[in-house]
């Protein structure tokens, strides 16, 4: 695990986005993380133009739409587009023929049988393309917290984390993408605030203490 104290944030950004880059060239796959969604959109926007396969993901509601095209929802949504409509296509005569013979139990049972295929169909491909969004991704973004997500988790380990703002994050949330890499690296600004606790017994155990730190 390597530690980057650099008190000048653009040095220090231009320096994480410069190993990133690097790394990605050498065929290298890197999980980029922060203790805060701000951070992490942030982080996003400074390598958007670099012509990096990147991929945010989190709670969409949470993501900046200065990157929200970036964001694995709406990736997704791109990549669907024209399978969901040709299902919704579908969906669409089966109920005109459902309503044209409900006297008929068994013609009836046999279009919703379709019907809920459909729909099953829908949701195995949308899993196989986050799967295949994911694992072609050269540089995948999330929080902390956010890494331990299963659709995250479920990747093969990534060659590099990254963790941005590292002298902010509680030591137990930093472990969570420190564990899915092969290596490490802590970025932070040792000039900043320590990692917010409100707890004072968590304070006293050492919590507020940084794993930077």
């Not at 990096?52 to 694995?72: E, H, M, Q, T």
């Not at 919704?88 to 109920?95: F, G, W």
């Not at 295949?132 to 331990?148: D, K, R, Y």
Request: aromatic share 2%; proline share 3%; glycine share 6%.
């Amino acid at each position: 695990t390597l530690s980057l104290h650099v008190c000048s944030s653009d040095l220090k950004i231009g320096m994480v986005k410069e190993v990133i880059t690097l790394t990605v060239q050498q065929g290298e796959r890197v999980l980029v993380t922060a203790p805060t969604n701000a951070a992490v959109d942030n982080m996003v926007e400074k390598l958007l133009h670099l012509g990096l396969n990147i991929v945010r993901v989190g709670n969409p509601a949470r993501i900046s739409s200065a990157v929200a095209s970036k964001s694995l929802g709406e990736i997704v949504n791109s990549k669907l587009a024209s399978f969901r409509a040709e299902l919704e296509r579908k969906k669409s005569d089966l109920r005109k023929d459902l309503r044209q013979c409900l006297r008929d139990d068994v013609l009836a049972a046999g279009i919703r049988q379709l019907l809920k295929q459909l729909g099953k169909t829908l949701k195995k491909k949308e899993k196989e393309t986050v799967k295949e969004i994911l694992s072609n991704a050269q540089v995948v973004f999330a929080t902390n917290i956010g890494a331990a997500d299963p659709l995250i988790r479920r990747l093969e380990t990534f060659d590099l984390v990254v963790i941005d703002e590292a002298g902010q994050s509680i030591e137990p949330s930093c472990w969570i993408p420190i564990l899915q890499g092969k290596r490490c690296i802590l970025s932070g600004d040792p000039c900043q605030l320590a990692p917010v606790v409100l707890s004072r017994k968590a304070l006293e155990g050492g919590l507020g203490v940084s794993l930077l730190e």
